[in-house]
């Protein structure tokens, strides 16, 4: 089996390249496994370096190395090629998908990750815009998707880092407006109205803090879907904090929940469409799951985090 390990050097507050490297000669190098490194020349390569690695048709391990954003790039060129199993090695700020695993900081070990367990996971597919992308945790529309696919420019500024980028970003976005018209269709049931933002879940965490459905399985062949009904100004910080720690069950008038396997949504205007934490653009976007469409490879002796739920599908398109 091959090993390729697809570094993003922008990822989290510095370059890890240097450490990536020195960690996997030490320990793959002990081994005499063979591997190879590849660093990111911008948004987008790794898709490429990961897909053009996959065609050569041998066994292959990529692990990607940096946030969920990179997780998200070597999924999209990884993805329905059958010989490739995909990993992370975290090195972002956020590092969401690893906490759907009862010990994230396993994913740092490459020990146990030499020595892992393969599982296999859904994935979101993403249609808008004329483009089709996948996702392995979250897709959103909305106020959050513009707060959040926009922080990465406002980080650029002099002065301002993480937490002050989320919030000029905030700012920014509120002034622009908290909601907007979409048309929410679940094959026969139709949702029609202003939203303050839609969220299709896959895994449970996303914006490294936000975890809107605790219960959802990326395992299940369903998606869990969240809508956020008009809020004003003065609500909308109690709103998106309860959003924000996943109690929705306890606001039935403001939150609406339903599983399905697939919905479309359509808006007025363009809408920006977060996937993973890359932004499209499109009118009008479709999502539905693809089942175990993930070779996921676990460290040794980690699980994934199991929640007791009670499952409701809502017809597909």
């Given at each position: 089996?091959?090993?390729?390990?697809?570094?993003?050097?922008?990822?989290?507050?510095?370059?890890?390249?240097?450490?990536?490297?020195?960690?996997a000669?030490?320990?793959?190098g002990?081994?005499?496994?063979?591997?190879?490194i590849?660093?990111?020349?911008?948004?987008?390569d790794?898709?490429?370096?990961?897909?053009t690695?996959?065609?050569?048709?041998?066994?292959?391990?990529?692990?990607?190395?940096?946030?969920?954003?990179?997780?998200?790039?070597?999924i999209?060129?990884?993805?329905?090629?059958e010989n490739?199993?995909?990993?992370?090695?975290p090195?972002?700020?956020g590092?969401?998908?690893?906490?759907?695993?009862?010990?994230?900081?396993?994913?740092?070990d490459?020990?146990?990750?030499?020595?892992?367990?393969?599982?296999?996971?859904?994935?979101i597919?993403?249609?808008?815009?004329?483009?089709?992308r996948?996702?392995?945790?979250?897709?959103?529309?909305?106020?959050?998707?513009r707060?959040?696919?926009?922080?990465?420019?406002?980080?650029?500024?002099?002065?301002?880092?993480?937490s002050?980028?989320?919030?000029?970003?905030?700012?920014?976005?509120?002034?622009?407006?908290?909601?907007?018209?979409?048309?929410v269709?679940?094959?026969?049931?139709?949702i029609?109205?202003d939203?303050?933002?839609?969220?299709v879940c896959?895994?449970?965490?996303?914006g490294?803090?936000?975890?809107?459905?605790?219960d959802?399985r990326?395992?299940?062949?369903?998606l869990?879907v969240?809508?956020?009904?008009?809020?004003?100004?003065?609500r909308?910080?109690?709103a998106?904090g309860?959003?924000?720690q996943?109690?929705?069950?306890?606001?039935?008038n403001?939150?609406?929940?339903?599983?399905?396997?697939?919905?479309?949504?359509?808006?007025d205007?363009?809408?920006?469409?977060?996937?993973d934490?890359?932004?499209?653009?499109a009118?009008?976007?479709?999502?539905?799951?693809v089942?175990?469409?993930?070779?996921?490879?676990?460290?040794?002796?980690?699980?994934l985090?199991?929640k007791?739920?009670?499952?409701?599908?809502?017809?597909?398109?």
């Amino acid at each position: 089996m091959k090993h390729l390990f697809l570094v993003n050097p922008a990822a989290g507050l510095c370059d890890r390249t240097a450490q990536i490297k020195a960690a996997a000669n030490a320990v793959l190098g002990s081994r005499s496994i063979p591997y190879a490194i590849a660093v990111s020349r911008g948004p987008g390569d790794l898709t490429e370096r990961a897909r053009t690695a996959c065609a050569a048709g041998e066994d292959i391990r990529l692990y990607a190395c940096g946030g969920d954003g990179t997780l998200n790039e070597v999924i999209n060129g990884a993805v329905g090629f059958e010989n490739a199993v995909i990993t992370h090695y975290p090195a972002g700020s956020g590092n969401d998908f690893v906490k759907l695993f009862d010990a994230p900081d396993a994913f740092r070990d490459l020990e146990r990750l030499l020595d892992g367990v393969e599982t296999h996971l859904d994935l979101i597919c993403c249609q808008a815009g004329g483009q089709r992308r996948y996702a392995a945790n979250v897709c959103s529309l909305g106020l959050d998707a513009r707060i959040g696919t926009e922080i990465a420019a406002y980080r650029r500024l002099p002065v301002v880092g993480g937490s002050g980028a989320y919030l000029l970003s905030t700012v920014v976005n509120v002034f622009r407006g908290i909601h907007q018209p979409y048309t929410v269709d679940f094959g026969s049931r139709r949702i029609r109205g202003d939203q303050t933002l839609i969220c299709v879940c896959n895994g449970s965490w996303y914006g490294g803090s936000f975890h809107p459905v605790p219960d959802a399985r990326p395992d299940d062949g369903l998606l869990d879907v969240l809508m956020v009904k008009p809020v004003g100004l003065l609500r909308l910080a109690t709103a998106i904090g309860r959003y924000k720690q996943g109690e929705y069950r306890s606001f039935p008038n403001l939150i609406t929940h339903c599983r399905t396997d697939r919905l479309r949504v359509t808006c007025d205007a363009d809408s920006v469409v977060n996937v993973d934490g890359e932004a499209l653009t499109a009118r009008e976007v479709s999502f539905s799951v693809v089942p175990h469409g993930l070779r996921f490879l676990m460290p040794a002796g980690v699980r994934l985090l199991s929640k007791e739920r009670n499952q409701e599908l809502i017809g597909v398109i």
